[in-house]
């Protein structure tokens, strides 16, 4: 799905009630169907493979999260999913000369956001029995649907009081088998360490705030802070202890200060660093829109 069509497509899922879905889902695939070929706009993320509606178990996790899915431009205390060309990524001449283009197409479709809160460090979320996202998919593949489906999560660990931002994408599709994604989704930690990067960008907030992500633009994630690798039978989680780190410690805190001001656009790629690795690529992105501290979703540090 690409363009504008995909935050249209996912709030239009998250407003459909669950007594219509099934009656309405022919009407949607004609309609976003039309709508991605007469689209337009810079907006272009997409998932991996073809282009199909959005399946049920998906929708579920969109709808599920503690932190509520909102409108792009004028949400708060939620999240959205921004169009992946307000990033800059390398270009695929980037080791010639040095240029950067506009992110385009997601790698795999956003999938919901948890905020959340516990006495101890949540680690390996998607592995706990009562995970909704991991437990939406176990649901789809006992129906005999979405068998060849993939989960990619990232978990900020917050020093302090033990919060927990977590963002979930997936796919439907195998992931390619000659693709930098599956390279790093199948490789070590320390291939992991020297690839995973993430890009941020301020759409909204103080000044302070903007010249602190101005610093991090774009950074691989474990030369600042530790990251713990969790790898599934159909999901990678990475774990990202930003108390580990006092540079991150430091900005996280300024940011929590900040939080009903900020709206903050953050992506994941797997960094390419060979001439054949070109172009970058967005695995994912979203945009966390003014959110309130005080609607984190208090989780048993036993299981979630």
Not at 132 to 146: C, D, I, P, W
Request: net charge neutral.
């Amino acid at each position: 799905m690409t363009g504008g069509n995909l935050s249209d497509s996912i709030t239009r899922v998250a407003n459909q009630s669950e007594e219509d879905k099934q009656s309405s889902s022919a009407t949607n695939r004609e309609n976003q169907t039309e709508s991605s070929a007469g689209d337009n706009s810079n907006s272009k993320p997409a998932r991996t493979g073809s282009e199909s509606p959005i399946p049920e178990w998906i929708t579920e996790t969109i709808n599920g999260g503690s932190l509520r899915l909102v409108d792009l431009h004028t949400g708060t205390n939620g999240w959205a999913s921004p169009p992946g060309d307000v990033f800059s990524l390398r270009s695929a001449n980037y080791f010639t000369n040095k240029q950067k283009s506009p992110g385009g197409d997601y790698l795999l479709f956003p999938a919901g956001v948890d905020w959340l809160k516990s006495s101890t460090k949540l680690e390996n979320v998607l592995a706990r029995p009562d995970n909704r996202v991991a437990h939406a998919l176990r649901e789809a593949q006992s129906r005999g649907q979405s068998l060849k489906s993939f989960i990619f999560a990232v978990n900020y660990q917050i020093p302090g009081e033990q919060y927990s931002l977590v963002f979930y994408f997936a796919t439907e599709y195998p992931i390619p088998s000659d693709s930098l994604l599956h390279r790093f989704i199948n490789g070590d930690d320390s291939f992991r360490n020297k690839r995973f990067k993430v890009v941020t960008r301020v759409e909204k907030g103080p000044w302070v705030a903007k010249a602190a992500a101005g610093s991090f633009g774009a950074f691989l994630v474990a030369k600042t802070a530790s990251c713990s690798y969790h790898r599934g039978s159909n999901y990678l989680e990475i774990d990202v202890d930003l108390s580990s780190s006092r540079i991150m410690t430091a900005l996280t805190r300024l940011a929590l200060r900040y939080t009903t001001s900020l709206t903050i656009d953050i992506g994941f790629v797997v960094e390419p660093q060979a001439e054949d690795e070109l172009p970058e690529r967005l695995i994912g992105a979203v945009r966390i829109c003014q959110m309130e501290l005080s609607s984190a979703f208090v989780v048993d540090s036993q299981k979630l």
